[in-house]
């Protein structure tokens, strides 16, 4: 069996095809551009693909393969888990509201744990206690929208322990949630919600009070 398996792992190497035929950054803005691929259909037509990314030209994922998040996102409750902290996040695509973790870019030479204690701080005005338990690769990253981006994100999670006053920054327009099982339960059949958050958001509807974080363990 095993050799078979083998085999067939093999061939799907062996039957690897050739996917594109160039790629070109095709914008120069500052935080965020737009990239061409010369594609090529299964069956070598050539196609048009667009994608965006944060990263400088040398290191988009396309050509680094790197899982390295370029953001984070905080799972964070109350000292006496009743609680999930949320944001409720002006988006201009959408032109309207949408129910958000806590999230942000992870800056040069920051770890992402030292991001999230800083956003959480910025978006929130709740400090940050990080929680290290559980399976690593739980923190690792994993990509957002990968038909439009490159970009990967990872998620800290925590407990807020002090309330020192929200610092958002003039051009954000957020407001803060602390939403128990209850309202969870209405954000998820009322309300937009961000993908990373609903997940959470049943997460945390499962989750025992007493272990907030007992999902972290395998």
Sequence with gaps: MEHKEGMENMD???????????????????FLNLYHIDALGRDGTPFHYYFASRNDEDNIKHKTHSLRPEGMAVYAVTEDGQHLVLVRQYRYPMDDYLYELPAGLIEPGETASEAACREMIEETGWKLEVYEGGEPAFRRGFFLAQGLTDESGSMIFGTVTEQVGQQMENTEDIQVILADRQEAFRILREERVSMRCGLMLMQFLKAEKEAPFAFLYL
């Design 12 to 30: 799907v190497k062996e039957n690897d095809r050739k996917h594109y035929r160039g790629i070109e950054k095709q914008t120069d803005n500052p």
